[in-house]
């Protein structure tokens, strides 16, 4: 099965080119319509146009997309009605704040939700969308791990996630940009999910493809990739 799907335009988006479609181009696997894809720059000029033209701010920009993002989770839960344990794997960029809006939204939904950002420790450099969110998610009970503390909570071999939401990376943020120390926590938790037997959504792009051109970026190591 596939087990990586974007979450720009829908939850059920596949990843595969269509027959002599250009490449970058979806298949929405509802209606079978070709759905258009746009480059990072060009997302990033959308949402600044969003704000400079039509008045959007980031909060709200981030509230819809946490919504959104989790909105599709739920879609890939056997049962929304009984309670699952979601694991959400983000840094400190604007896509990770958007995670963790999702993560309140799953957890106001009565599951399970366990937060791990990256770099969480280095707190004077956090975004402040991405602090705001972390703020109000604690608020509400939620739990915040750092990538040790996640790895000693769910073992791999007695791994009992329902989903990983995988927000490590994303259009406005790239594993070069990452700390050295925590390049190597990235490829640990990368790892850590590709042993795992979670079902795995992916937020913008799935950590470790290049966002410009769909191949595996920055190491080999990424090949096996979530």
Known sequence: RDRTRSLKSTSTVGHSALPNQPPGTLKLTTTNRT??????????E????????YGLTE????ENAGRGIAEAAVTQLQDDATTATVVILTSNHRTGARAIS???????????????????EHDAELLESCRKQLEIFRKIGGQVLKW????????????????????????????????????????????????????????DIPS??????????????YKQNF
């Open 102 to 120: 999702a993560a309140r939204h799953l957890r106001n939904r009565g599951h399970r939700v366990n937060v791990c950002l990256l770099g969480i």
């Open 35 to 44: 759905c258009p894809t746009v480059s990072p720059l060009q997302m990033l």
């Open 148 to 203: 040790e503390e996640l790895a000693a909570q769910f073992p791999t071999s007695d791994l009992t996630v329902d989903l990983i939401i995988d927000a490590l990376f994303g259009i406005h943020f790239s594993f070069d940009d990452l700390r050295t120390d925590s390049q190597a926590s990235a490829f640990e938790m990368i790892s850590w999910v590709n042993r795992s037997n979670a079902d795995v959504i992916s937020v």
């Open 208 to 221: 470790g493809l290049s966002a410009f051109t769909g191949e595996c970026a920055s190491s080999p190591q």
């Open 59 to 62: 909060d709200m920009m981030v």
């Open 46 to 53: 959308v949402e600044q146009l969003a704000m400079t033209e």
